[in-house]
């Protein structure tokens, strides 16, 4: 679980009238202030899900054109299927 997943839960029981900006606000200041050796158990996770990642995926790159392109059709695909039912 990333650190702002982890905060996000926390924070928004205890500010529950905020909008998603202002705990995002918080939790970036509160980010700011944490000394790096709290901070490097969430690079040291980061870095575990990455390798993991590239353990199963090798050959994946990010190309987000090619993803672009994918949502598009898969919307258009949805959207002419309602068209004919």
């Given at each position: 679980?990333?650190?702002q997943?982890e905060?996000?839960?926390?924070?928004?029981?205890?500010?529950?009238?905020?909008?998603?900006?202002?705990?995002?606000?918080?939790?970036?200041?509160?980010?700011?202030?944490?000394?790096?050796?709290?901070?490097?158990?969430?690079?040291?996770?980061?870095?575990?899900?990455?390798?993991?990642h590239?353990?199963?995926?090798?050959?994946?790159?990010?190309?987000?054109?090619?993803?672009?392109?994918?949502?598009?059709?898969?919307?258009?695909?949805?959207?002419?299927?309602?068209?004919?039912?």
């Amino acid at each position: 679980m990333s650190r702002q997943h982890e905060s996000r839960r926390n924070t928004r029981k205890s500010w529950q009238q905020d909008t998603n900006k202002l705990i995002s606000v918080r939790l970036g200041e509160c980010w700011k202030s944490m000394p790096n050796y709290s901070k490097a158990f969430y690079f040291e996770a980061a870095e575990d899900v990455k390798r993991e990642h590239k353990k199963y995926y090798p050959s994946y790159y990010y190309n987000p054109m090619e993803a672009r392109c994918k949502k598009i059709e898969k919307k258009n695909k949805k959207k002419s299927k309602h068209n004919f039912v």
